[in-house]
């Protein structure tokens, strides 16, 4: 009997082994999930810029440190696009979080504006993701756009 558990557990522990490193192995898919879920902006030191073609967005929360439940003031700049204002989703990756939009208006040449709140999050995770959608050109409607991606960590 003993011999048989024995055997089982360095099955399971083989399995877990493996599992361990799919998650480290450099490049895989599950490398790649695991990254997806951390910040690749720390907007706390200042704005952070994305390119997605031709364009370039930079985005901005103040004040910082960017905390939760707390009217925050957000600004994109927006070069190489033209768009008359901005749809900004906030989210968690991995979560559901209601639905968090701020409408960024256009307030200088390239320069968008809008105000909101970040939701305190139950299990207490800091990870959210910001996504700036750009129209694309000659297409205003919301299934044809494309977007930038911020994941950065918020204060409580
Ligand atoms: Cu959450």
Do not use: H
Not at 6 to 12: A, F, H, R, V
Not at 19 to 35: D, E, M, R, T, Y
Not at 36 to 46: R, V, Y
């Amino acid at each position: 009997m003993t011999g048989m558990n024995g055997e089982n557990n360095k099955i399971i522990f083989l399995l877990l082994c493996f599992i361990v490193a799919l998650f480290l192995l450099p490049g895989s898919f599950f490398a790649q999930a695991a990254a997806s879920d951390t910040a690749d902006c720390n907007i706390n030191l200042g704005p952070c810029a994305k390119r997605i073609g031709a364009a370039e967005i930079i985005l901005d929360i103040t004040p910082r440190p960017v905390k939760v439940m707390k009217e925050l003031s957000f600004t994109v700049i927006l070069k190489g696009k033209r768009a008359d204002r901005l749809i900004l989703d906030l989210g968690m990756p991995g979560m559901y979080m209601g639905k968090n939009r701020v409408i960024l208006e256009k307030t200088a040449g390239g320069t968008y504006k809008g105000k909101g709140v970040i939701p305190k999050c139950p299990s207490g995770r800091k990870l959210w993701r910001a996504v700036v959608y750009l129209p694309e050109a000659g297409n205003s409607t919301a299934n044809n756009n494309t977007k930038a991606d911020f994941l950065f960590n918020v204060t409580y």
